[in-house]
C-alpha cells in the first residue's frame, strides 16, 4: 500500500468571514443591542426617543437595503422565492408605516392608545418573525456544515 500524503483542500467559501457561525454570532450581536436600545429608551424623554426610533428606522432600511443587495447573489431557483418574501416583508413594513405616521397626526386619546396597542403588537409580530429567521438559520447553518461534512467524506473516499 503507497504512503498517502494528506492533501490540503481550499477553505470553503462559507468558512470565509466565519461563515454560517459568524453570521448566527452577528445575528446575535445584533439581536443584544436592539435589546439594549428598546430597553434603554423606556427611561429616555420623548425627544430622545422620537430619535431613537428615526435613527432604528434609518438603521432597518439599511439592512433592509443590504439584506437585498446580498439576497441577489443567491441561486436563481431561490432568488425568485426571495424576492417575493422581501417584496412582501417591504410592503408590509411600508404600509404599517404609514399607518403609524397617520396615527402620529391624530390627538384623540383613544386612538392614540389604540395606536400604541397596534405598535406593541407590531413590535411583537417583528420579534415572532425574527424568531423565525434566526430558527430558519440555524437549520440552514447545521444543514450548510452537514452539506460540507459529506462532502469531505466523499472526498476523502475518493482518494
Do not use: C
Not at 19 to 25: D, I, Q
Not at 70 to 89: F, I, M, P, R
Amino acid at each position: 500500500m503507497a504512503d498517502q500524503v494528506p492533501q490540503t483542500q481550499p477553505a470553503p467559501p462559507a468558512a470565509e468571514k466565519g461563515g454560517a457561525t459568524g453570521r448566527l454570532a452577528e445575528l446575535s450581536q445584533k439581536a443584544q443591542e436592539a435589546q439594549r436600545t428598546v430597553e434603554a429608551s423606556v427611561a429616555e424623554d420623548r425627544q430622545k426617543l422620537s430619535a431613537a426610533v428615526s435613527a432604528a428606522k434609518d438603521k432597518a432600511e439599511q439592512g433592509a437595503q443590504k439584506l437585498q443587495a446580498g439576497g441577489k447573489q443567491a441561486e436563481e431557483n431561490v432568488v425568485g422565492s426571495w424576492n417575493q418574501v422581501q417584496t412582501s416583508w417591504h410592503e408590509h413594513v411600508a404600509s404599517t408605516r404609514k399607518k403609524i405616521e397617520e396615527r402620529k397626526e391624530e390627538r384623540d386619546l383613544k386612538r392614540l392608545q389604540r395606536a400604541a396597542d397596534d405598535a406593541e403588537d407590531y413590535a411583537v409580530d417583528a420579534i415572532a418573525f425574527a424568531i423565525a429567521a434566526v430558527q430558519e438559520a440555524e437549520y440552514a447553518a447545521l444543514d450548510a456544515v452537514l452539506a460540507r461534512a459529506d462532502a469531505d467524506d466523499a472526498a476523502g473516499g475518493s482518494q
